[in-house]
Antibody, heavy 124, light 109 residues
Framework: QLQLQESGPGLVKPSETLSLTCTVS??????????WGWIRQPPGKGLEWIGS???????YYNPSLKSRVTISVDTSKNQFSLKLSSVTAADTAVYYC????????????????WGQGTLVTVSS | EIVLTQSPATLSLSPGERATLSCRAS??????LAWYQQKPGQAPRLLIY???NRATGIPARFSGSGSGTDFTLTISSLEPEDFAVYYC???????????FGQGTKVEIK
């Protein structure tokens, strides 16, 4: 059973880069059976998809964030990561990592399971 | 880009009542629609995928229906633990993007 756990700084200064890591247990991040994603939720608001990455290396990003986002995989550590540059207060949110079944040729699209989430605050 | 619109924003009901939540897509998503439940301080939990398939461990009182642009999540008889926020979600293929609805809060009346 896959389990995901986010980690990273809880406070980031404006204009800097937010960096988070998601550690995967119970399965291999190199498996073609899964895709990986990041989703965020500003305080009191709804869910916003940030981006996804497949086993093939294909990455897809929210168009509204694309210029600032990088998602990558570290197979040696069974982790995937999120980098969001030039952050502002609007990037303050709980950041979730999540997984879904399938590869980039399949029709699967849901996220299950999710990590517990980590709050990142952008403030000087 | 496909937009998902959920209604109502808030649903006030009593335990034991039936809850009917709507999700409308701006263009057809076939049956590729998922529903999630989120309780305060918790991560979302997958309830339904492919419009009508319950995820593992989800009680039978949760059911999903619909195809194309109109979808419904029904909770047949609300349990105290069902009061939460519910989101629908889909994935577009071109460009490949994932989208969530804005959520429906089911609150105790």
């Amino acid at each position: 059973q896959l389990q995901l756990q986010e980690s990273g700084p809880g406070l980031v200064k404006p204009s800097e880069t937010l960096s988070l890591t998601c550690t995967v247990s119970g399965g291999s991040i190199s498996s073609s059976s899964y895709y990986w994603g990041w989703i965020r939720q500003p305080p009191g608001k709804g869910l916003e998809w940030i981006g996804s990455i497949y086993y093939s290396g294909s990455t897809y990003y929210n168009p509204s964030l694309k210029s600032r986002v990088t998602i990558s995989v570290d197979t040696s550590k069974n982790q995937f990561s999120l980098k969001l540059s030039s952050v502002t207060a609007a990037d303050t949110a709980v950041y979730y990592c999540a997984s879904g079944p399938g590869d980039d040729t399949s029709t699967e699209y849901w996220f299950d399971p999710w990590g517990q989430g980590t709050l990142v605050t952008v403030s000087s | 880009e496909i937009v998902l619109t959920q209604s109502p924003a808030t649903l006030s009901l009593s335990p034991g009542e039936r809850a009917t939540l709507s999700c409308r897509a701006s263009q057809s998503v076939s049956s590729y629609l998922a529903w999630y439940q989120q309780k305060p301080g918790q991560a979302p939990r997958l309830l339904i995928y492919d419009a009508s398939n319950r995820a593992t461990g989800i009680p039978a009182r949760f059911s999903g229906s619909g195809s194309g642009t109109d979808f419904t999540l029904t909770i047949s008889s609300l349990e105290p633990e069902d009061f939460a926020v519910y989101y629908c979600q889909q994935r577009s293929n071109w460009p490949r993007t994932w989208t969530f609805g804005q959520g429906t809060k089911v609150e105790i009346k």
